[in-house]
């Protein structure tokens, strides 16, 4: 299997992110929600076609994907990723976590450019949530000194498949035909892990319908998108 090329391991970077949130400490009632609301997923039973092209879906405002993350000690946590706005050219990505330590959220503002080249991205803005409630504004000349952390996390809507190999593959969101799969590699901070995913065109922002990881047993699997309907947490 052909490794990808750093265009298309960003959904190894993703589950970096998601495990890497966890804290020390888990929140009895977060847990509980957490577990509740995965116990409820059902196989959606949809059949989605083999890609036409080799080209991600184009951005939209409203568009979002959730997913669902199992690490190696059997924990879950919800990921959401949202386009919920635009703002002269460039638009409002956000991503919220929600594990058993409880919920962040991160709403970058990113200037796309071309999607194939992680080098075209433009993070402008940043503003967070903590676990807390509190939101702290990052403004474009706050950046440089987090600039290249934050453009690990911008370069997840560039996508290269050509070359790639294709299998079906399933998840909760459903049946796709002729994903593309690839192992991908990706660090954050001090963190770092393996994993193999498979991407499919007709799911939204990121692409990403399962990502299994290599080097520790943890999942990422989509639960659910749409094309319209994302609302921003973050004012």
């Known amino acids: 299997m052909r490794s990808a090329s750093p265009r298309a ?3 190894a970077l993703l589950l970096v992110l998601s ?3 966890c804290g020390p400490r888990i929140d009895a009632a977060a847990q ?3 577990d509740r609301r995965v116990a409820a997923l059902l196989p959606s ?3 989605f076609p083999a890609p036409a092209a080799f080209t991600p879906k184009p951005l939209v405002i409203g568009q979002w994907t959730l997913h669902r993350l199992t690490n190696e000690k059997g924990e879950h946590a919800l990921i959401t990723y949202k386009i919920v706005g635009a703002d002269r050219g460039a638009y409002w990505v956000e991503i919220a976590n929600e594990s058993y330590h409880g919920k962040t959220v991160t709403k970058m503002l990113l200037a796309v450019g071309d999607r194939t080249h992680p080098g075209t991205m433009e993070i402008r803005a940043v503003k967070t949530k903590d676990k807390k409630g509190k939101i702290r504004d990052l ?5 440089p000194p987090m600039k290249s952390a934050w453009q690990s996390m911008a370069n997840m809507l560039a996508v290269a498949w050509p070359g790639l ?3 079906p593959m399933s998840a909760i969101a459903g049946h796709f035909a002729a994903c593309f799969k690839a192992r991908t590699d990706a660090s954050w901070g001090g963190w770092h892990t393996a994993a193999t995913v498979w991407m499919h065109p007709l799911v939204p922002i990121n692409s990403l319908v399962r990502s299994v990881g290599l080097d520790r047993p943890s999942t990422l699997e989509l639960v659910g998108f749409g094309d ?3 609302q921003s947490e973050i004012p």
């Not at 403004?139 to 950046?143: E, F, T, V, W």
């Open 139 to 143: 403004p474009g000349p706050q950046l």
């Open 228 to 230: 319209e309907g994302a």
């Open 9 to 11: 391991a960003i959904p």
């Open 32 to 34: 509980a929600d957490i």
């Open 165 to 167: 190999p294709q299998e």
């Open 45 to 47: 039973g949809q059949a």
């Open 19 to 21: 495990l890497s949130a």
